[in-house]
T-cell receptor
């Protein structure tokens, strides 16, 4: 089936550092979504991308929809302790409203 | 309410027991989804409702899983004769329209442990 390959699997950084993570697939998609999940909570949408090449920011977060439509990256600048959590990429499977998800990138921030 | 509410937050079931998980979506939201999230994994789609109509149930893993949304608001996911592999967090999400492609609001989930 369709799979999203998310990397890195985990990151441990110092507060203030920038972070970059990405998501790739062998299939073309029309949507890329980035969610964050805190322990014991549901995922929260951070950024939604709907157009190839689109670059979108949300505060210290920036995400881009790859030109090939097969990848996306998420950058976090000047990380802070509350950035700790698991970051998931997700996409719609064609016209289907169901989402398929990567395995997540676990981020730990050392204050 | 202001968000998607799920209950119970935690459920421990003995193998073979039936369970029912409840989701209260945001008021007025048309679309409702159920996802299953195993430990260390991303969520996996189970089923989708548009109002009271179940339009996609392709992700339900077996006929032991059943979901309903009879009045187009509250939804219940029922698992019959639970097995250990059913242990997971069950997430509910809703969106305002049927045209939304990804901007879903998730609940905090129900963590089901089958012993």
């Amino acid at each position: 089936g369709q799979q999203l390959n998310q990397s890195p699997q985990s990151m441990f950084i110092q507060e203030g550092e920038d972070v970059s993570m990405n998501c790739t697939s062998s299939s073309i998609f029309n949507t890329w979504l980035w969610y964050k999940q805190d322990p014991g909570e549901g995922p929260v949408l951070l950024i939604a991308l709907y157009k190839a090449g689109e670059l979108t920011s949300n505060g210290r977060l920036t995400a881009q929809f790859g030109i090939t439509r097969k990848d996306s990256f998420l950058n976090i600048s000047a990380s802070i302790p509350s950035d700790v959590g698991i970051y998931f990429c997700a996409t719609n499977a064609g016209n289907n409203r169901k989402l398929i998800w990567g395995l997540g990138t676990s981020l730990a921030v050392n204050p | 309410g202001a968000g998607v509410s799920q209950s119970p937050r935690y459920k421990v079931a003995k193998r073979g027991q039936d369970v029912a998980l409840r989701c209260d979506p945001i008021s007025g939201h048309v679309s409702l989804f159920w996802y299953q999230q195993a430990l260390g994994q991303g969520p996996e789609f189970l089923t989708y409702f548009q109002n009271e109509a179940q339009l996609d149930k392709s992700g339900l893993p077996s006929d032991r899983f059943f979901a309903e949304r009879p009045e187009g608001s509250v939804s219940t996911l029922k698992i019959q004769r639970t097995q250990q592999e059913d242990s997971a967090v069950y997430l509910c999400a809703s969106s305002l329209t049927s045209r939304t492609t990804g901007g879903y609001t998730f609940g905090s989930g129900t963590r089901l442990t089958v012993v």
